[in-house]
């Protein structure tokens, strides 16, 4: 991908339909890479107050009535609720949008193939996961095709959220599971940083001390396992020295099963995410 990419087209716009913190997020990272001009783009909330914030703090359109914006829209982005995918999409289709427009959603567990149906037009998909550090342009998405979706709609998908961290291309299958590591895992990684956090206060550091000391330490740590290429357990084995206090540490932490835990939230919450689109059971009411 180049910086000659064209995001949006002569005359055309990019609508975020559902502008909370991440449809903010993804407008913020797509405004300062330079990768669109405030008037290229439009966003879509619930609330007037909330549209006047972002038109006040991004500079481009908000509204809450959005159907004569889809005239024109070149790229929509959908970072609304999955329950309220049904209802936005029949709204969408109503309005009209052109052929060629494409759709990128950031729901969780609703599938490309769900997407197609219920928006009921021949428009390319992109189904994309991210996460919450895309706030900071740390993020990790990852982004796979619909059956109407060509490389070059892939490719514009990866230029929009390369703009708020990684991307990686995926097949969708692996994007439930994708969804329960990576756009659950910052809950994780604040969980584990908690604790240490609080470890440290135990042996008596100050917290604002022993926050800064593991939050730098997960975040070099990270950066070690991307630059180096290597391995966890090797870069690990560097810090384990013979009867040392990181190896007496680590048997703690191998006492208490943390592998497994850890391994069995990610499966726990792969199949909550399972569960998110799946349509609602209505309750038979009937005496």
């Known amino acids: 991908m180049t910086q000659k990419t064209v995001l949006v087209r002569p005359g055309r716009t990019l609508g975020v339909i559902g502008a909370g913190v991440m449809g903010q997020t993804l407008l913020k990272g797509l405004l300062d890479a330079g990768h669109i001009q405030p008037d290229q783009a439009w966003a879509a909330a619930k609330s007037q107050s909330t549209c006047d914030r972002i038109e006040q703090s991004l500079g481009v359109r908000a509204f809450c009535d959005y159907a004569d914006a889809l005239k024109t829209v070149d790229v929509v982005l959908l970072c609304v609720k999955p329950s309220q995918a049904a209802a936005v999409l029949k709204t969408v289709h109503a309005a009209g949008v052109p052929d060629d427009a494409l759709f990128i959603s950031i729901m969780a567990g609703v599938t490309t193939l769900q997407l197609e149906t219920m928006l009921g037009t021949p428009n390319p998909w992109v189904r994309a996961m991210p996460n919450t550090p895309c706030v900071v342009g740390q993020g990790m998405t990852v982004v796979c095709a619909g059956k109407d979706a060509a490389a070059k709609h892939i490719d514009l998908a990866r230029h929009i959220f390369t703009a708020v961290g990684r991307c990686e291309v995926v097949e969708e299958h692996y994007t439930n599971a ?32 022993a926050l800064t000391l593991v939050a730098q330490t997960m975040k070099g740590s990270a950066r070690m396992v991307l630059d180096t290429a290597r391995h966890p357990a090797s870069l690990r084995d560097d810090v384990t020295t013979p009867s040392g206090c990181t190896i007496a540490g680590l048997l703690m932490l191998e006492d208490g099963k943390i592998r497994s835990v850890l391994a069995r939230a990610v499966e726990e919450a792969t199949r909550v995410v399972e569960r998110l689109g799946q349509p609602k059971k209505t309750e038979d009411t009937r005496a």
């Not at 910052?186 to 135990?202: I, K, Q």
């Open 178 to 209: 994708i969804t329960a590591l990576s756009g659950s895992g910052p809950a994780y990684m604040y969980l584990v940083m908690e604790a240490l956090a609080d470890a440290g206060v135990r042996v008596g550091l100050r917290l604002d001390l």
